[in-house]
């Protein structure tokens, strides 16, 4: 039977992305580093960008498995995701990236809801880049902005 895809993200779906998004930059983590050139040469930024992501995967996981009955609330989910991104951020990109998480997370937790749809989505991607950019102090193209 064909499976209907879904259409909205709720704390299931942000549980998901996490680890999508963990397994993909840890395969690509070291072509990552290889091509990290500003602010300086180090060959980090994928591994950087692989851990930080990794504390939010591990805070998001701690939610849920502290749900003994049904999942976390939608809201609960991403704050966990963009606090475990803050805690453990590593180097610049990892802090740009919880800048990110946390952005979309205020964005798509104002008011009460369960879930959002793509539409949503979108708003708080945007609104997520933009306070990313507003939190460096001399923005650069190239960086992982």
Do not use: K
């Not at 998901?16 to 091509?35: H, N, Y």
């Not at 990892?94 to 539409?119: F, K, P, Y």
């Amino acid at each position: 039977m064909a499976q209907v895809p879904q259409t909205f993200l709720d704390a299931l779906a942000v549980r998901t992305w996490c680890g999508l998004a963990l397994r993909s930059l840890g395969r690509a983590r070291e072509e990552i580093d290889a091509i990290n050139v500003y602010p300086v040469a180090d060959g980090d930024t994928g591994t950087n960008l692989y851990l930080t992501l990794e504390s939010a995967t591990a805070a998001v996981e701690a939610v849920f498995a502290g749900h003994e009955e049904g999942d976390p609330s939608f809201a609960d989910a991403l704050r966990a995701m963009a606090h475990g991104a803050l805690i453990g951020a590593r180097g610049n990109s990892g802090t740009i990236l919880a800048q990110l998480l946390r952005g979309m997370s205020l964005a798509l937790t104002e008011g009460d809801v369960s879930h959002v749809d793509g539409t949503a989505l979108r708003r708080a991607l945007r609104r997520a880049a933009d306070a990313a950019r507003e939190a460096v102090a001399h923005p650069v193209e190239g960086t992982v902005l």
